[in-house]
């Protein structure tokens, strides 16, 4: 090792990594991104809430609900979140409602039940619930009421979650065992993956190939979710976890483990042949190996330029396909994209609302080629056409301010196992939206689930890791 670091090359190396990375921290950029967002005092709206509270648990109590339900097992909100954590990507959407509306029921028995309670403060709260009312009012004034209200107010309490999480998940080891419980489920459903793909047949699906050019590809596995490209969106999320897992845990069998589980998921993934999804895992495994060290980028490139000599035929196939137009897919979104910029034009000010009835009230007015959608396969298009631009600035903002949280906290704590799920939680973040841009990623439900428990972790985590510093601090 010494001989390696006095080599005239590792040292140039070194040296130009260093003085990249001094630029990047001196930057105006990454200040900005890494800054700190607090506040002193509650909100107005939020003093309204807490008044709103007051009355109700006034109410519970001369009901002497607090007698019934106090030590009870149902206030325990974290065991219910513990549960539909491992559930989420596994049930179909309805049941997944009613397992997240039994979490917010077990929810407001905890509010009532403790006085003292107080919400927790994110600074991306206030463009999420600004977001949340456009999307409300969106599915209200909606082409097609009925059915955006439907979906509206789904996908709304899907969102809501999020804050249910935030403000019962605020100890180190329950974020331990939560974070723990979405990688282990993502783990159990990449290997059901791997048997769709061994055993074929009414396991995986073949219907979501080009087979003219992808003749090699005979099956694409779809887990749980019935469509690859949704698979792939899902493991995007837990991918960068099992990394984290890697860096974090002491002891060669804990690393072994964790690296045959990113291997299994990453394997998983390659199975899905989604292309926004390949583009998607190389931006994140950039991301995570330079907010980990810098010097790993070295073994990044090392590892990439060997890929094509190490992966299957049918898999560079797929990949270097990418922005090609001969295939039927490719074509099929360029024109579907176009046709959802010009409705954009038309309707930035006023949302269509949710749900394929609205788009295709719509849609057919700007489709090119008579091209026919459900949907716009661009989860930024989609939302922009769903609850005009003013949502997408809305929604923008909450992800630039999730970006700016967790950066701001792999900045702040010491705790090296913290720091690297608060980065694995920016590289998968970073990876979803990705493919975020070559499909609409919520278009399958239980996605918009599993996105807002992925942020809510996300920020408990960032919440507790500045915690855990201001106590270090005293």
């Not at 890494?34 to 648990?57: A, G, H, M, P, Q």
């Not at 976890?241 to 483990?257: I, N, Q, T």
Request: proline share 2%.
């Amino acid at each position: 090792m010494e001989k390696l670091k006095s080599n005239i090359i590792y040292k140039s190396v070194a040296n130009f990594i260093q003085f990249i990375e001094s630029l990047i921290t001196s930057s105006g950029i990454y200040s900005l991104l890494t800054k700190e967002v607090t506040r002193k005092k509650d909100s107005f709206f939020e003093n309204i809430l807490y008044k709103i509270i007051d009355f109700l648990r006034m109410i519970f109590n001369k009901l002497r609900l607090n007698k019934v339900f106090e030590g009870s097992i149902f206030a325990k909100t974290e065991i219910f979140i513990g549960f539909a954590i491992i559930l989420a990507p596994i049930l179909p959407t309805m049941l997944d409602l009613v397992v997240v509306i039994g979490v917010i029921i077990s929810f407001f028995l905890k509010i009532m039940l403790d006085e003292k309670f107080k919400f927790v403060y994110s600074p991306v709260n206030l463009f999420l619930n600004l977001f949340l009312i456009i999307y409300f009012i969106s599915s209200l004034i909606s082409y097609d009421i009925n059915t955006s209200l439907n979906i509206g107010m789904l996908l709304l309490c899907f969102m809501l979650f999020y804050y249910v999480i935030i403000n019962s998940i605020k100890a180190k080891t329950q974020i331990r065992v939560m974070i723990a419980l979405f990688t282990a489920v993502g783990l159990l459903i990449s290997c059901y993956g791997g048997y769709q793909y061994v055993f074929g047949g009414s396991f995986a699906s073949s219907s979501f190939v080009d087979k003219e050019l992808f003749e090699d590809i005979t099956t694409r596995v779809s887990g749980t979710f019935d469509n690859p490209n949704v698979l792939g969106e899902y493991l995007l999320l837990i991918i960068p976890m099992c990394g984290a897992y890697f860096f974090s845990l002491e002891g060669f069998r804990k690393k072994l483990f964790s690296l045959v589980a990113l291997g299994i998921v990453g394997v998983c993934l390659l199975l899905t042949y989604s292309r926004g999804c390949y583009l998607g895992v190389i931006i994140e495994a950039t991301i995570f190996l330079l907010l980990i060290n810098i010097r790993f980028i070295l073994l990044f490139i090392a590892g990439a330029i060997s890929l094509p000599f190490v992966l299957p035929k049918s898999i560079m196939n797929r990949f270097t396909s990418i922005g090609n137009t001969e295939d039927s897919s490719t074509s099929y979104r360029i024109s579907i994209w176009k046709g959802a910029i010009a409705m954009i034009k038309d309707h930035w000010y006023r949302p269509i609302g949710q749900g394929t009835k609205a788009f295709n009230h719509i849609y057919p007015f700007y489709a090119l080629n008579g091209v026919g959608a459900e949907h716009t396969h661009n989860l930024l298009l989609q939302i922009a056409v769903e609850t005009s631009l003013f949502g997408l600035g809305a929604f923008l903002i909450t992800i630039f301010r999730v970006f700016q949280s967790l950066l701001a906290g792999i900045k702040l704590t010491k705790d090296m196992e913290m720091k690297c799920f608060l980065i694995a939680f920016v590289s998968g973040l970073s990876g979803f939206m990705v493919q975020s841009v070559f499909d609409n990623t919520w278009y399958n439900n239980r996605i918009v689930l599993v996105f807002w428990i992925f942020i809510a972790l996300a920020i408990s985590l960032k919440n507790i890791a500045r915690k855990e510093e201001n106590i270090g601090k005293d």
